[in-house]
């Protein structure tokens, strides 16, 4: 077992560089299936779910070749399978976009359902929608396979009956190869649907609109190899902003796009943080105790619900109350059983936090319980006096960087250190 050994109190200063999207690289890597060519992707982040997408694409036929660690070479003209089998789908949420990306190239797949957080139920039911609206008949079998097959996709309306950015991405991917026009609307408007159709349009696909809550897509015949670099991660750059203000420091984050962050800036001008941006980067100082602040995670441009755990944790140590209302998932507040161990006081009423501010958090052995409450751990143990044991650390490197070299770069007393688990321990008592 590893661990994240934390020793809390030390100010964040300095500047560091925020790595590709995680959001975007997912539903890239799979859209590069409906080139049947070479597509050369750069600024790709060195994270688990990257490292498990391309087991799956390698698995399916496709030749992989890393030009440098961030940069990744892909030839799918040998994808011949339109199988995805559960134990390669188990490691992350986003491999349900094979669904669309083999139904838009082989007119069938069959694809396990997939794994990553649990935040409560992620049902699929608007991605089976808009599958067959273009005409795909869709089963799910008993072995939790989601079997999809059409004879022809043909484009047509497809009305999300909620915003949903998996099912808006789901359906670009299928309908980019079908016949005539698909429109989708209430679609997504995340920056990571952006990188995708313009992705997409570079291999040569028709994609207007995206941004918008309605996307335009007329089908092509054919698709072609392309070099691309994925956008910066929003969800990293507003992370390090964020642990920049919970330490009061002064940090640096570059290689990001300040338009993607306005509604994470907008929240930590009003906790009473300066922040200061330029082309390419932001700024984020903060000399004195957060003020207080209420927060709603909204589909974008609102704030984002993957920013939420981080952004609580800073409230925590906020003067008066705050209250977070989470509008998107029904699981995302279990992070903060341990927050309370490190001192705060949260009380948590179904979608809603309502958070009274302490001064100090203090070290405590915690776990982080997914991807973005595991970044907010990291965060509360840093800025907390004292150290802190941080577990199931593998739910954080699904979606950050050499997150230990990069706060270590900022000042942070952080290592990864190897435990024993349980049964090893367990078997050398019993020696």
Not at 102 to 108: N, P, S, T, V
Not at 217 to 245: F, N, W
Not at 308 to 322: H, I, K, N, V
Request: with cysteine.
């Amino acid at each position: 077992m590893d661990k994240f050994i934390i020793t809390g109190g030390q100010r964040l200063t300095g500047e560091v560089s925020v790595s590709g999207a995680k959001n975007a690289v997912v539903a890239i890597l799979p859209a590069t299936i409906l080139a049947e060519d070479v597509c050369r992707i750069e600024n790709i982040p060195n994270i688990s779910d990257v490292t498990a997408m391309v087991k799956i694409l390698k698995n399916m036929g496709a030749g992989i070749k890393y030009i440098n660690p961030s940069t990744l070479e892909i030839d799918t003209r040998f994808v011949r399978s339109h199988v995805v089998e559960h134990d390669l789908t188990k490691q992350l949420r986003a491999s349900y976009y094979l669904i669309g990306a083999l139904i838009g190239r082989f007119h069938k797949a069959q694809v396990a359902m997939p794994g990553g957080c649990y935040l409560g139920l992620r049902p699929i039911d608007q991605h089976i929608k808009g599958f067959e609206a273009l005409g795909a008949e869709v089963t799910m079998e008993e072995n939790a396979m989601v079997n999809v097959q059409a004879e022809h996709l043909l484009g047509n309306s497809v009305y999300l009956d909620v915003v949903s950015v998996g099912a808006t991405i789901n359906v670009m991917l299928a309908a980019v190869k079908a016949r005539g026009l698909t429109v989708i609307e209430n679609a997504a408007k995340e920056p990571h649907i952006v990188d995708l159709a313009n992705f997409l349009n570079t291999m040569g696909a028709d994609v207007r609109g995206a941004g918008t809550d309605v996307i335009k897509i007329r089908g092509v015949e054919k698709l072609h190899g392309c070099e691309y670099s994925i956008i910066p991660d929003q969800i990293e750059a507003g992370t390090y902003m964020v642990a920049a203000a919970a330490t009061r420091g002064n940090v640096l984050v570059k290689n990001v796009i300040p338009k993607h962050l306005e509604s994470i800036t907008a929240k930590l001008i009003e906790a009473g943080a300066t922040v200061i941006e330029d082309d390419e980067a932001v700024r984020v100082i903060m000399d004195k105790r957060p003020g207080h602040c209420n927060i709603k995670t909204m589909p974008h441009p609102g704030f984002p619900t993957d920013m939420q755990p981080q952004f609580s944790t800073l409230l925590c140590l906020a003067e008066g109350t705050s209250f977070v209302s989470e509008s998107v998932w029904d699981n995302r507040f279990r992070y903060t059983e341990q927050l309370t161990r490190m001192g705060a006081t949260i009380h948590v009423n179904g979608k809603t936090a309502v958070i009274e501010g302490v001064e100090a958090l203090k070290g405590a052995p915690i776990r982080a319980d997914d991807l973005r409450a595991g970044a907010a751990m990291l965060i509360a143990a840093m800025a907390a006096n004292g150290v802190s044991e941080l577990e199931e650390i593998q739910h954080i490197e699904r979606g950050y960087e050499n997150v230990v070299d990069k706060f270590r770069s900022l000042g942070a007393i952080i290592e990864r250190r190897s435990f024993p688990d349980d049964e090893e321990k367990v078997q050398m008592t019993a020696g």
